[in-house]
């Protein structure tokens, strides 16, 4: 309707609200623990066409005490690595975590928090179904973080897990949850509610360095918030609305000179 200029003005326009929308999304998820804000991008394409491109920014969001035994947060990159109910493995900065009634430390959806182990060591048992010539059945043990009702949990910045016996004061080593880093985080597949998934792009979860002399501490007691910096979004959501403004008053404009063009060709007739 309004020719390749109009067209292109008209497309600058649906950016803008994407990047508007964008910005919202943001700010509504401040107080959303673990959020990481995102950034989108606009590409041309050699056909023409705008092609938007959604990243995630995973610099360090603000910690906040809530005291909860629970509550984790990581200080410096990296991921908590959970196990969703298909059995794959997920990640995520969300360390509001809880025990199920046997114990096993849990996100809140009920996702298994892993440990970090050594590798499963097959369990052999006797088995005596006559269907089975050897006699054998083998099972491989997955370990779990199960905490036992009578201790008290004590998370180091290692992540090492102790359960400490309120009576005696006795400290006993329970495991050690597992966090692991992506080469290329930015590359991981959001799958909703903090969780993301490994991808191509992001490459494989890699080991790191956990502990008071590495650049990722464990923090019991506290969460993460959004790494939102609402001063910052409002800033773009002013700048965004300006140029909404002055792309409007342009498509008018556009609009009026296709209605004047067009009462002239038909006058002309």
Known sequence: MYGKMGYQVSKA?????ALLSNAIENISNI???????GKSSFVETLNGEIAKYETRDFSQGPLRKTGGLFD???DGPGFFEVELPNGQRAY????????TGEG???????YRVIPEVEPAKPVIESNNSKNNELGLNIKVN??????????????????????INTVTGEKTKIGKINVVAFNNPQGLEAIGRGFYLPTDASGSALETDVGPDS?????????????????????NITQIKNLLSAQIRLLKTIDKIYENVHYTISKSV
Not at 92 to 99: A, D, E, H, T
Not at 104 to 109: G, R, W
Not at 215 to 235: L, P, S
């Open 13 to 17: 326009t649906q950016n803008s609200f």
């Open 104 to 110: 096993e430390l849990v996100t809140d959806e009920g």
């Open 72 to 74: 984790m947060a990581l």
């Open 142 to 163: 997955t370990a779990k973080l199960t905490i036992p009702t009578e201790l008290v949990p004590e998370v180091q910045e290692d992540g090492t897990v102790n359960g």
């Open 92 to 99: 995520s900065r969300v360390g509001r975590f809880k025990l």
């Open 215 to 235: 650049a990722t501490n464990v923090k019991q007691g506290y969460v993460e918030f959004g790494n939102v910096d609402i001063a910052a979004e409002f800033i």
């Open 31 to 37: 107080n959303s623990i673990g959020y990481k804000k």
